[in-house]
């Protein structure tokens, strides 16, 4: 951070290592984990960026594309702020509801709920034409196959984890032309390589699991590319809406 001058300075103390008298960040704030590097890696290359240059104009872009949408013209932008503990209140959703929100985004707040109560709880909040945008970390715990433990044989153990290299090999390359990392040596646990692999074999299983009895559309269900930067690599990115709604 020493290279950058204070007026350019783009960070969060959330993002980086602490210094003295700073109380820690959790793991899942340390900044590598949280760059969307699939919006990174194809703009740049190794021999002319810097990957910590790299983040740093994801991140003065970033900001600059904020500051353009909160200048004039706009002459006034209201934000409420409103919060209350989950419940089944019918007179707080309906008021969400009123609001016939575009979008709504829930976080992975589905991994805290079973499927059929968490679908109740957003339906109640949905407008017209409301879109869902949702993560899912937890998903695999919900579904056989999805971890390396569920296999017994150590035979299909080591298969599993082969194809998984070989997968992360073939695909890391082709995805990520910017030669900032190596895929042909993954120094990772044994079970984050074979989420990999396995997460994929089984994820349409979740989402019929998931969308079982909904009448929804525009559904998109799909993974993030794997990075080396990233600590979970079987997150579901989750999107949809509900038909037939008043």
């Not at 009123?98 to 976080?107: D, E, I, K």
């Not at 879109?131 to 998903?139: Q, R």
Request: some cysteine; aromatic content about 12%.
């Amino acid at each position: 951070m020493n290279d950058q001058q204070p007026k350019n300075l783009v960070a969060s103390i959330t993002m980086f290592n602490c210094n003295d008298g700073i109380s820690p960040h959790s793991a899942s704030e340390f900044m590598l984990h949280m760059m969307p590097v699939n919006a990174i890696l194809p703009k740049y290359q190794r021999e002319n960026t810097s990957f910590l240059d790299a983040l740093y104009n994801f991140l003065e872009d970033a900001i600059a594309k904020v500051c353009t949408w909160l200048s004039p013209p706009i002459e006034m932008m209201e934000i409420y702020l409103h919060f209350q503990m989950v419940s089944d209140d019918s007179e707080l959703l309906n008021s969400i509801k009123q609001l016939n929100a575009s979008t709504m985004s829930w976080s992975n707040i589905c991994d805290f709920f079973r499927a059929r109560d968490f679908h109740k709880l957003i339906k109640a909040c949905s407008g017209s034409n409301t879109v869902h945008v949702m993560s899912s970390m937890n998903w695999v715990t919900e579904v056989f196959g999805g971890h390396i433990a569920d296999y017994d044989d150590s035979r299909v153990r080591r298969k599993i984890l082969i194809d998984a290299r070989k997968m992360i090999l073939e695909s890391g390359p082709a995805i990520d032309p910017s030669g900032y990392f190596r895929y042909d040596q993954i120094f990772k646990h044994p079970h984050n390589i074979s989420n990999v692999f396995l997460a994929r074999r089984v994820k349409d299983n979740w989402q019929n699991h998931f969308f079982r009895g909904q009448d929804v559309d525009n559904v998109d269900v799909s993974f993030s590319q794997y990075a080396h930067t990233h600590r979970v690599h079987e997150l579901l990115n989750i999107s949809f809406r509900y038909n037939h709604l008043t």
